[in-house]
């Protein structure tokens, strides 16, 4: 199993970035997908997740209505779009697969700065 997140960098308030997580090793198409931060000091938290089957979402209260989650099972990659950043977005962001054995890419760094 191997997750790759590309996409991150620094952005200022109110712009926007996409994530995105290239997924290998596995049948994507069948398992449930999720989007983390985790900001040094504090605990990794989750920001989304999409289900397997019916792409059910799931948005943490800080990013609804700013993040979208997103999949593609052809291209087997994942999507974090994040609009309206703000400088409380700035963390490392991770994409896991959730199931028995959960896995977890490298990381991100996403800055939110002027």
């Known amino acids: 199993v191997q997750l790759v997140e590309s996409g991150g960098g620094l952005v200022q308030p109110g712009g926007s970035l996409r994530l995105s997580c290239a997924a290998s090793?596995?049948?994507?198409?069948?398992?449930?997908m999720s989007w983390y931060r985790q900001v040094p000091g504090k605990e990794r938290e989750l920001v989304a997740s999409?289900?397997?089957?019916?792409?059910?979402?799931y948005y943490a209260d800080s990013v609804q209505g700013r993040f979208t989650i997103s999949r593609d099972n052809v291209k087997n990659m994942l999507y974090l779009q994040m609009n309206r950043l703000k400088p409380e977005d700035t963390a490392v962001y991770y994409c896991k697969r959730t199931g028995a054995t959960a896995y977890w890419g490298q990381g991100t760094q996403v800055t939110v700065s002027s």
């Open positions: 090793g596995f049948t994507f198409s069948s398992f449930g």
């Open positions: 999409i289900t397997s089957v019916t792409g059910s979402t």
